[in-house]
């Protein structure tokens, strides 16, 4: 009989996909998915370390599978991704979680079947960390969805944003080649796929490690091309490296989809400096002017860090007024969270964390009232949509996504789900849009 085996994913659309790399791993070793923790013979937690919550949720975890264990001596349990490639994550996990068995970093997915096997025989956890950036491109990938799919272009941050982990855990930049990326957007688009998401902590940079220096634009330019493709996106956009070349494909290329994910972290430029962001808030705002006046209709998100070391009175005004002027299509935004190894851990904080959450919520409320506005702007207006499927409750509401990532709900009496279809808009919501479909 075969083994099963149950991943659970925290953390990013990396991460994400990651996970379907070592899923891809383990039905290649035979493994079948299990449907929950109870019947699987290798549990697996594929973490996330960029703050604090997901690395609480991994303790609280393990403590539940430990009571498995009990009953099936034979389980095994793994704890791989951006937590455990930290030494000192690893050796915590080690020392608190005596019935782990397996802990591998972000760099050790080609050596996955080998760990598993020797996990198998040793009675100590086996632990492999190493930071060797081995060769993923052999590995398979069982994808989660079927109409669209994450395509990592670029692996690592070379920025050191001063509050950050990612380079820690994810390693230096290293491109994919524009080969492969192409082959695998082909393949996709050979088996029915309309939708891709290029992946990389800064996508901007894509190239500028490979010997031909070819640029983020110019990969999009060949994407576009690709038959039977009908939807790119990509994330995330350091605001630093973003290009005219860029603004000119995204307006151009009608596979690409206009839409940008570019955090700004904060409004004030003495916090920006102080983050390592190497822009200011002046640019930033300049630039967002420049990307809404190229491309109609565009949206941009972004993120922001409340909180951060220093953050006064002042400093958060500068970035509630940022958020008033960018008008962002939404934004995600975090209380600040010490990291170890980063620069920031070090810095002075005076602010309570009572306080934090004080701005967190003026932020919130700011912001929710400029992504109400902008969707009300779509009432009336036909959009198109790639639908995602229906919801638990009634199978005739379906949720889909606009090509500027919004979310739409729609009535339809017949699945629409993997199609593209148009909708006309009904309603405004602060976090989606109502509409019925046109013929
Ligand atoms: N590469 C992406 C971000 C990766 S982390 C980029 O450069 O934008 C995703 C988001 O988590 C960041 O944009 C930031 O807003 C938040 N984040 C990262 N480190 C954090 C920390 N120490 N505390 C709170 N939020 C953090
Ligand atoms: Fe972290 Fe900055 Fe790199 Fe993004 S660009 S992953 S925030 S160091």
Redesign the pocket.
Known sequence: MNKKYYLITLG?QMNEHDSEVISAILENMGYLAAMGPEEADLIIINTCA??KKPEDKVASLLGKFAALKNNNSGLMIAVGGCMSQQVDAAKYLKERFHHLDLIFGTHALPRLPELIRRAADKKETVIDIKEDYSDREGLSVAHSGSFKAWLPIIYG?NNYCS??V?PYVRGRERSRSMTDILVEARELADHGFLEITLLG??VNSYGQDLPGNETFADLLAELNRIKGLERVRFM?S?PKDLSNQLIDIVRTGEKICEHFHL?V?SGSNRILEMMNRRYTREYYLNLVGKIKTAIEGVSITS???IGFPGEEEDDFLATADLVKKARFENAFS????P?KKTAAAAFQDNTTYREKELRLQRLNEIQHQVSKELNSLLTDQTVELLAEGPSKNDPEVQAGRTRTNKLVHFRSPTDQTGKLIKVKITEARTWNLVGEPVS
């Open positions: 990013c960029v703050r941050c509050y950050c990612v902590q800064n995330t350091h955090p972290q993120d922001i860090i975090f209380i600040y969270a990291r």
